[in-house]
């Protein structure tokens, strides 16, 4: 028996959308704590490592833990069905996922849901150097800016700044962020580094949780 | 502008009324000097003295308003002026079989001389139709119909309002076809109608795609598929429509490689690097089949003086990709993409498994010209015919790559995503730890 409740669709949009840029299948870990998901993408290129914390919801039933696969593509036409306006439950019913939408009118979809995935994906060991945290509107901005040159963008991250850059056939692109930059809430370099990484994903991934996230770390 | 005496024999003027063609060429200046004798543009044989002696040969039965001969069966519907287009039959002036003419999928192994003589030997009538026009009453539609239906050539009459003219344009994106004009009548004899096609013709509650598909697993080829969508004879009666030719055939590849590759999704990977090769009319064709899940690109490299190089000094190499998830804009590259997908997601689906696909197209100067897509989709279903080489690892794997193809393989990584992908970046699974 599972059932959560949120005050607004807003952020079951955004993450259901985030999902969707990586998988087409995804399988939800419901237990008592909360909701769970992690999945990588095909290539083994991009991760998402989510934890919803029960305290995150309204409403938040889970007596025992339960794993729920559902097609992304049909969740996201869904869920995006919602208003701004409405509350939004969820509950597991007969093997399908009853998805309620309350504001002047009760709205219900029954979702078939799929068979879940028994093995889990392993998070990768990294050592990682850095704690860049940015606002999320801000990232995608500059990443949209790189995006206008290049594929790729390299990020650098020194002792107090931190610099974006990217080269293509028509030229290259450098945005240098200082330590003061009001967009740049914290910048935690244990020793200077250098990534590179996929455009395409990035934004994929930060575009549809713009709408929902003030913050960003790297 | 320059006449056909400039660019073709005295012998073969003679026997030809010189005044119904004219030549347009976007590189005179190379082909004022050259006159098809110098080979200037580096091509084995003449382009333009090839689509000339073609006209030649049809030329003289059709000095009249009128042809009468058995069409494959054919259909050309235009794209300019959409959405009133010029649709019409096209007939030869032969009368007999002439079903080879119009089903590339048989034309490999066939003389490119002889595969022109097709192309140029359907004389195109054409009448300006709105396309949405097929849902209402028009007997002219009704017989195109019929013809497009036809499972054997059909004996045809066409009266055009002036004697048919072609122009031949050496700029390489009109499609080789014969001379053309306004059709003042058309009439048709019995035909023998295909009847899978015939009953999705006559189901107006059936989507097109669904029809489409239903064609496509019953057997029937590709490029007949194609010709009955491009008329409107599938889908729902209210959003039937023309669609012009050149849409339909992509439309038609993207529709079944799309459902093929939504099938071969539930495969297993493969377990080892395949490796194909497979050469013909001065093109490479090379396939590298990794052990991953379904992604594919397809990339074409232009030789310095093939149709779509004539300028520059170096190989030009392009592509576009698409990740597991699909694409969702149209390729630059065109609708070669998805002829090449639909071999691919064909041989895939064969073994059944899934595997990452980069299909790769060296275009060498000795190709004269660029005959369409079915030239990719057939000569890609052959790659798959070869016997592959077969690699452990990626290093192997991009070791046989570089040895298949004569473009250096870093020209070919600076452009590929997937080679891109490969050599540059970094895999998660790479980081995961032993017991997490």
């Given at each position: 028996m599972f059932i959560a409740r949120s005050e607004t669709p807003e952020e079951w949009k955004a993450i259901a959308v985030a999902i969707s840029t990586i998988v087409e299948e995804a399988t939800f870990e419901v237990t008592p704590q909360g909701l769970n998901f992690r999945g990588m993408d095909p290539s083994h290129i991009a991760l998402i490592d989510l934890n919803w914390p029960n305290t995150a919801f309204e409403k938040f039933e889970c007596t025992q833990p339960v794993k729920i696969g559902a097609k992304m593509d049909d969740f996201v036409r869904l869920i995006k069905r919602a208003s701004p306006s409405d509350k939004v439950e969820f509950e597991t019913k007969d093997g399908s996922l009853l998805i309620k939408f309350f504001d002047s009118y009760k709205k219900e979809y029954l979702l078939h849901l799929i068979e879940p995935y028994t093995t889990s994906t392993p998070l990768p060991k990294l050592a990682l150097n850095s704690k860049v945290m940015i606002k999320t509107k801000s990232l995608e901005k500059l990443l949209d800016d790189i995006q206008v040159v290049a594929e790729t963008v390299t990020v650098s991250a020194k002792k107090d700044q931190l610099i974006l850059e990217g080269q293509g056939d028509t030229g290259n692109a450098k945005i240098t962020l200082d330590k003061t930059n009001e967009d740049l809430i914290s910048i935690d370099v244990k020793e200077e580094c250098v990534a590179t990484y996929s455009l395409s994903h990035l934004l994929d991934i930060i575009s549809s949780l713009t709408s929902v996230s003030e913050n960003r770390s790297y | 502008?320059?006449?056909?005496?400039?660019?073709?024999?005295?012998?073969?003027?003679?026997?030809?009324?010189?005044?119904?063609?004219?030549?347009?060429?976007?590189?005179?200046?190379?082909?004022?000097?050259?006159?098809?004798?110098?080979?200037?543009?580096?091509?084995?044989?003449?382009?333009?003295?090839?689509?000339?002696?073609?006209?030649?040969?049809?030329?003289?039965?059709?000095?009249?308003?009128?042809?009468?001969?058995?069409?494959?069966?054919?259909?050309?519907?235009?794209?300019?002026?959409?959405?009133?287009?010029?649709?019409?039959?096209?007939?030869?002036?032969?009368?007999?079989?002439?079903?080879?003419?119009?089903?590339?999928?048989?034309?490999?192994?066939?003389?490119?001389?002889?595969?022109?003589?097709?192309?140029?030997?359907?004389?195109?009538?054409?009448?300006?139709?709105?396309?949405?026009?097929?849902?209402?009453?028009?007997?002219?539609?009704?017989?195109?119909?019929?013809?497009?239906?036809?499972?054997?050539?059909?004996?045809?009459?066409?009266?055009?309002?002036?004697?048919?003219?072609?122009?031949?344009?050496?700029?390489?994106?009109?499609?080789?076809?014969?001379?053309?004009?306004?059709?003042?009548?058309?009439?048709?004899?019995?035909?023998?109608?295909?009847?899978?096609?015939?009953?999705?013709?006559?189901?107006?509650?059936?989507?097109?795609?669904?029809?489409?598909?239903?064609?496509?697993?019953?057997?029937?080829?590709?490029?007949?598929?194609?010709?009955?969508?491009?008329?409107?004879?599938?889908?729902?009666?209210?959003?039937?429509?023309?669609?012009?030719?050149?849409?339909?055939?992509?439309?038609?590849?993207?529709?079944?490689?799309?459902?093929?590759?939504?099938?071969?999704?539930?495969?297993?990977?493969?377990?080892?690097?395949?490796?194909?090769?497979?050469?013909?009319?001065?093109?490479?064709?090379?396939?590298?089949?990794?052990?991953?899940?379904?992604?594919?690109?397809?990339?074409?490299?232009?030789?310095?003086?093939?149709?779509?190089?004539?300028?520059?000094?170096?190989?030009?190499?392009?592509?576009?990709?698409?990740?597991?998830?699909?694409?969702?804009?149209?390729?630059?590259?065109?609708?070669?993409?998805?002829?090449?997908?639909?071999?691919?997601?064909?041989?895939?689906?064969?073994?059944?498994?899934?595997?990452?696909?980069?299909?790769?197209?060296?275009?060498?100067?000795?190709?004269?010209?660029?005959?369409?897509?079915w030239f990719v989709r057939e000569n890609i279903r052959r790659l798959f015919q070869q016997r592959p080489s077969t690699f452990e690892d990626l290093e192997q794997a991009f070791r046989g790559l570089s040895e298949a193809l004569t473009v250096p393989l870093r020209k070919w990584i600076q452009k590929s995503e997937i080679l891109k992908n490969h050599v540059f970046q970094r895999r998660l699974s790479n980081y995961f730890g032993s017991g997490d």
């Open positions: - | 502008m320059s006449t056909l005496h400039d660019i073709v024999s005295e012998e073969i003027i003679n026997e030809f009324n010189a005044s119904s063609i004219s030549i347009k060429s976007k590189f005179s200046s190379i082909c004022i000097y050259c006159r098809g004798g110098r080979k200037l543009c580096g091509k084995a044989v003449c382009p333009i003295t090839l689509k000339a002696i073609s006209m030649v040969k049809v030329s003289k039965p059709i000095s009249s308003n009128y042809v009468s001969g058995s069409s494959p069966p054919s259909v050309f519907v235009g794209r300019y002026g959409y959405p009133k287009v010029a649709v019409g039959p096209m007939v030869p002036p032969i009368l007999g079989d002439t079903v080879i003419m119009d089903l590339p999928e048989k034309w490999i192994g066939t003389p490119l001389e002889q595969i022109i003589d097709y192309r140029y030997s359907l004389l195109r009538g054409k009448v300006d139709i709105k396309v949405t026009e097929v849902r209402t009453v028009n007997r002219f539609l009704d017989t195109l119909h019929e013809l497009a239906m036809s499972s054997r050539p059909a004996d045809s009459e066409v009266e055009f309002t002036k004697r048919p003219i072609g122009t031949i344009y050496l700029d390489d994106h009109s499609q080789p076809f014969g001379p053309s004009a306004p059709i003042k009548s058309f009439r048709l004899q019995s035909t023998h109608s295909d009847r899978s096609i015939e009953k999705l013709y006559y189901d107006t509650d059936l989507l097109a795609q669904e029809a489409v598909l239903e064609l496509y697993r019953s057997g029937v080829e590709v490029s007949r598929i194609q010709r009955a969508f491009s008329v409107g004879m599938f889908g729902l009666k209210k959003n039937r429509r023309l669609v012009p030719t050149r849409w339909s055939i992509t439309a038609v590849d993207s529709i079944i490689s799309s459902e093929i590759i939504k099938r071969i999704k539930d495969y297993d990977t493969i377990d080892k690097f395949l490796l194909y090769r497979h050469t013909y009319m001065n093109n490479i064709f090379v396939a590298l089949l990794l052990p991953e899940k379904w992604s594919y690109e397809w990339m074409e490299a232009w030789f310095p003086g093939t149709f779509w190089n004539q300028n520059l000094s170096e190989v030009d190499v392009g592509g576009d990709y698409e990740s597991y998830g699909g694409r969702k804009t149209y390729p630059s590259i065109g609708g070669c993409y998805f002829s090449a997908r639909l071999a691919t997601a064909e041989a895939l689906n064969k073994i059944r498994r899934q595997a990452t696909a980069l299909v790769l197209r060296e275009i060498h100067p000795e190709f004269p010209l660029p005959l369409g897509v």
